[in-house]
């Protein structure tokens, strides 16, 4: 009876350590499992639309408001450097914007509004690579250029 | 009693592990509601916002005489008619509208409910206004209103010749053998000009006639809607 007494104590601890230990391991899966996946998933296609409207703003923004005889603009872009931890890249066709990552449920396109004048957009950004935007003509016709800075 | 001690301890867990839940299932709930909660879409946001700029701009499609934020009337005129994708390429298979003043001036789909940008802009419209005031040697004559450019036109009675027309003090037009016929002048644009004539004889009223161009503009409001 007595060396019973004695080993209450030791029980109850054993015990409650177990259901806590049982609870962490549910919760882990649960988080980690469903929850956590799912919200880094509509982060990072958040953060790629945001990408996307961003980078079509710093090339729409680049180009001058009043044509000039000569137009020589050289602006840098500064993106983030993954989406959803993956590297991705900004390329520019037809005058618009595409936005390419591996990572699932991430990308889109997104149309150019630019001046008459601009006779085309070309280039790709790679997000390891500092950006720049280039762009050269004079006023009646210009180029817009998506440019890395090599390192 | 010892029993009903070692319970109270585990009662203590579990209420413990139950309000940890609580606030695990609270932080969760705030995530997804953040991430629910982003209703503008950034890219019809972003298309809508680029459009508004383009649609101001100094070198846009509506601008009047390359200035930004200032619309030429008769350019909005013809938008309800004109080919919006070609005037916008961007808008090309999206849907937007373009409104001013709550009137729909082009639209290529239905844009209810999409992401919109709104531009307080002027628009701009011609204003001309004809005076025919009787001219004596010496009077001046102050037009109403503020004028970009003026027509002179001048018939006089035979044996009257015009000579000399100044506007604001400066001879504008001026001719020893007499003017006569119809004559465009720049006048200052920042007042109302004065037209002063001189004759070696009278001249009845509808000898010269004026015709002022002026340019009136009103506040108005552009809005792109826009929704993919």
Redesign the interface.
Known sequence: MKMD?GL?PVV?KT??IG??LC?VAL?SVTLYGG?VPA?EA??AA?LG??V??AG??AV?DAIP???TESTHVRKTVSLPATIGGQPYELRASN?TLALDSPVRGVG?T????????VSGVTGTWRSDRPAVVVIAGNASACRVELREVTA | M?RAR?QA??LA?GVA?LL??GA?GVA?TA??GA?AG?DR???D???A???A??AV?????LSDR?R?NVLDGTAIRDLRTADTAAL???????AVQFTLDGEVLASTGDATGGATSRRIVLVTSEKTRAYGPRFKNGTRFVLHERADALDVTMAPPNGTRVTTVRIDGRIALRDPQGLAGSYRVAVSPYRPASVAVAADGPLPAGSVVLVAHGETTRTATVEVRVRA
């Open positions: 007494r209450t109850s015990l409650g259901i806590v609870y919760v929850v919200t509509d982060a958040t639309d945001r996307l409207a079509a703003l729409e408001n009043t044509p005058r889109g997104a149309s150019l509004s630019l001046p008459a004048r | 010892s070692g301890s585990l867990l592990l940890v839940t695990l969760l995530t997804h991430f982003v879409d950034a890219a946001a972003r298309l916002d680029s459009l700029a383009r701009a100094a070198d846009g499609p390359g930004a916008f390429p961007a808008a090309r298979g999206h």
